[in-house]
Nanobody, 113 residues
Framework: QVQLVESGGGLVQAGGSLTLSCAAS??????MAWYRQAPGKQREWVAS???????NYKGSVKGRFTISRDNAKNTVNLQMNGLKPEDTAVYYC?????????WGQGTQITVSS
C-alpha cells in the first residue's frame, strides 16, 4: 500500500487559481488521479495521468485544469485555473498499486462567487 498526502487547498475567488500537490510514500508506476467530492454529492473523477504522462480530464474541467507528475519525486499535481463555485469540493489524490486502492486524506477547495 502507498500513503498519499495532499496539500495546497484553500479559499479562492471565482476566476482564481490554485495548485494541489500529492506526495506518495513510494514510487508509483501506475496511473494516478484526482477525484473530488462536493457536499451532498458522490465522489467523482476529475483527472488522471499515466506513468508516461498521458492525461485525461472530466469534461467540465478540461482546458482549465492540468494534471502533471514527477516520477522522480513521487508527486502528482493539479493546476487549477479559472476556478468556478461549482469546483468547490474536497479533492482527493488516488492511486492503485498492485490492485490496492489508496486515497489521500483530502484537501478542501472553496471557490467564492
Amino acid at each position: 500500500q502507498v500513503q498519499l498526502v495532499e496539500s495546497g487547498g484553500g479559499l479562492v475567488q471565482a476566476g482564481g487559481s490554485l495548485t494541489l500537490s500529492c506526495a506518495a510514500s513510494r514510487s508509483i508506476d501506475r496511473i494516478m488521479a484526482w477525484y473530488r467530492q462536493a457536499p451532498g454529492k458522490q465522489r467523482e473523477w476529475v483527472a488522471s495521468i499515466t506513468s508516461d504522462g498521458t492525461t485525461n480530464y472530466k469534461g467540465s474541467v478540461k482546458g482549465r485544469f492540468t494534471i502533471s507528475r514527477d516520477n522522480a519525486k513521487n508527486t502528482v499535481n493539479l493546476q487549477m485555473n479559472g476556478l468556478k463555485p461549482e469546483d468547490t469540493a474536497v479533492y482527493y489524490c488516488y492511486a492503485n498499486l498492485e490492485g490496492i486502492s489508496s486515497w489521500g486524506q483530502g484537501t478542501q477547495i472553496t471557490v467564492s462567487s
